[in-house]
């Protein structure tokens, strides 16, 4: 288990968001957070903290008038740590490898992957001829329904059919290094992790998994261990002194 350090882009700038807050239509989201430091700012201070694994995220949309700001924000950060962070947000087969050429160690994808409501392993086979599957991270973020958590694509605000299960995450697996998964519902509230969640995710025994979501203590931190059996890494955003929050990042990383 480890900390995964982050950096979200959004509107050209990089922010901490309240998760299922995201609306397309007039890049709009409710901040916990908006930083007067660049991202190049935090590659560098987690490239000197030795931080390996952690996730840049634009997350405006693509064809968004922000979405090229967001990409020289990210472009200028794996510049600094090229290697030590990977890259999601509109990811795709056509641009996956100027992403791993630019300095991301993977790309992280969703959307392309999970078309109408469905995994399309037609793409996921493009993304894998197009980098590798030792370059790709699938993100499983997901919401709950009906006591079961699926996985949602668009920045969290469509769902789709897949349920996110040890199952699905062995079946992926052929596909992708590693996963990461938000639990979006709690994603930026600050108020406890999604522990149904962590215990499906610890039951898969694959991949290497990265947990966000609502992790805002140290007590918290312990907590997660606890119930993960130390299994799943973890990230932590608008929680953390950096982006606003009062969980001291130096502490964490101390751990």
Known sequence: MKFRPCIDIHN??????????LNDEGNLAKENFVSEKSAAEFAELYKKDGLTGGHIILLNAVDSEYYEA?????????KVYAGGMQIGGGVNDKNAAWWI?????????????????????ENLQKLVEAVGKEHIVLDLSCRKHENAYYIVTDRWQKFTEERVSPELLDKLSAYCDE??????????????????????????????????GGISSISQIDTFKKISNGRLDYTIGSALDLFGGTLEYAKV???
């Open 12 to 21: 050209g700038k990089v922010k901490q968001l309240v998760g299922g807050s």
């Open 70 to 78: 967001d990409r020289q924000e990210a472009w200028k950060a794996l």
């Open 101 to 121: 050429a630019a300095g991301a160690s993977h790309v992280i994808v969703t959307s392309f992957v999970f078309k109408d409501g469905k995994i399309n392993y």
């Open 179 to 212: 996963f990461l998964v938000h639990g979006v519902d709690v994603e930026g509230k600050g108020n406890g992790m999604e522990e149904a969640l962590v215990k499906t995710l610890s039951s898969y025994h694959g991949n290497p998994i990265t947990y966000a």
């Open 253 to 255: 990383i101390s751990l």
